[in-house]
């Protein structure tokens, strides 16, 4: 079974960017359904981005241009590029591994965007 560990949050000020990383171990992550969400403070949890085994991509439309989910191959691993973060993007950011009857999430890693 894939295990999925993110990592790449912290504090950052308004127009700011951070990179999300969610590295997988225990299965091929590149055939994968993958997806990023996030879960603020009481709020329901949101789809951000996700990216199929073929590198379609699509995205929420409060992130779409300033947001981009890419996989690399060779280290089993997805992004998230954030750039001109914005205080209404502080959340807890989770991945989700989905293949068949698999359905995988890592333990999230918090961003928080403040001046």
């Known amino acids: 079974q894939v295990q999925l560990v993110e990592s790449g949050g912290g504090l950052v000020q308004p127009g700011g960017s951070l990179r999300l990383s969610c590295a997988a171990s225990?299965?091929?992550?590149?055939?994968?359904?993958v997806g990023w969400y996030r879960q603020a403070p009481g709020k329901q949890r949101e789809s951000v981005a996700h990216?199929?085994?073929?590198?379609?991509?699509d995205y929420a439309d409060s992130v779409k241009g300033r947001f981009t989910i890419s996989r690399d191959r060779s280290k089993n691993t997805v992004y998230l590029q954030m750039n001109s973060l914005k205080p209404e993007d502080t959340a807890v950011y989770h991945c989700?591994?989905?293949?068949?009857?698999?359905?995988?999430w890592g333990q999230g890693t918090q961003v928080t965007v403040s001046s």
């Open positions: 989700r591994g989905r293949l068949a009857t698999i359905d995988t």
């Open positions: 225990g299965s091929n992550f590149n055939i994968y359904f």
């Open positions: 990216i199929t085994r073929l590198g379609t991509t």
